[in-house]
Nanobody
Framework: QVQLVESGGGLVQPGGSLRLSCAAS????????MGWYRQTSGKGRELVAT???????DYADSVKGRFTVSRGNAENTVYLQMNSLKPEDTAVYYC???????????????WGQGTQVTVAS
């Protein structure tokens, strides 16, 4: 089994900051890429930021210059530092990891349960 557990969501005023964390655990052989998506009601899941094992990063245009994605020293954790938050950043944020489980030969995506971020005054 593999689990991804997120933390750090909440309510913040416009212009404020939040830091999301996600830790992957279980029978993991190797993690290639980790990152964050977000979803609002009535919309599909949108890529926010990703970071590979390289590491190389990629961001949605809407968050460039405001959000920073990073990996922890243990390599099974990923963070999303969100600054200058806007009301349109309000969404459920999902962590994901593209990883290979022990005993298997292929990589696939695993997802966290999601954490709510609300930006409002």
């Amino acid at each position: 089994q593999v689990q991804l557990v997120e933390s750090g969501g909440g309510l913040v005023q416009p212009g404020g900051s939040l830091r999301l964390s996600c830790a992957a655990s279980g029978s993991i052989f190797s993690i290639d890429t980790m990152g964050w998506y977000r979803q609002t009601s009535g919309k599909g899941r949108e890529l926010v930021a990703t970071i590979s094992s390289g590491p190389s990063t990629d961001y949605a245009d809407s968050v460039k210059g405001r959000f920073t994605v990073s990996r922890g020293n243990a390599e099974n954790t990923v963070y999303l530092q969100m600054n200058s938050l806007k009301p349109e950043d309000t969404a459920v944020y999902y962590c994901y990891a593209y990883l290979r489980r022990q005993g298997l030969t292929y990589f696939r995506n695993y997802w966290g349960q999601g954490t709510q971020v609300t930006v409002a005054s």
